[in-house]
């Protein structure tokens, strides 16, 4: 019954700045960590950036310094802030979250994804 709403994609040139967020809905006891992924044509996904509930944050190497993750507990919603973004980061992006839904029931949610393209 959880639902991750994601929203924010589209089309930017390089250097160019844009913003995803993710809406946890639904039966949502408690947020633990969340996080972006990211899935470029014929790779892997890959981890894009973390953020426990403690408000730590962890980055890929390739992203650090440019990107920015943050939450809002209050609103179960995680952003995440690109800046100065590269034709390399254009891939689809998709929100991430563990959560319990009920005392000692946690559970691994993903979003729909959602695509960012960077041009030259």
């Known amino acids: 019954q959880v639902q991750l709403v994601e929203s924010g994609g589209g089309l930017v040139q390089a250097g160019g700045p844009l913003r995803l967020s993710c809406a946890a809905s639904?039966?949502?006891?408690?947020?633990?960590?969340m996080g972006w992924y990211r899935q470029a044509p014929g790779k892997q996904r890959e981890l894009v950036a973390v953020?426990?509930?403690?408000?730590?944050?962890n980055y890929a190497d390739s992203v650090k310094g440019r990107f920015s993750i943050s939450r809002d507990n209050a609103k179960k919603t995680v952003v995440l802030q690109m800046n100065s973004l590269k034709p390399e980061d254009t891939a689809v992006y998709y929100c991430?979250?563990?959560?319990?839904?009920?005392?000692?029931?946690?559970?691994?949610?993903w979003g729909q994804g959602t695509q960012v393209t960077v041009s030259s």
């Open positions: 953020i426990t509930s403690g408000g730590s944050t």
């Open positions: 991430n979250a563990n959560l319990y839904v009920r005392p000692g029931m946690k559970y691994d949610y």
């Open positions: 639904g039966s949502v006891f408690s947020l633990n960590a």
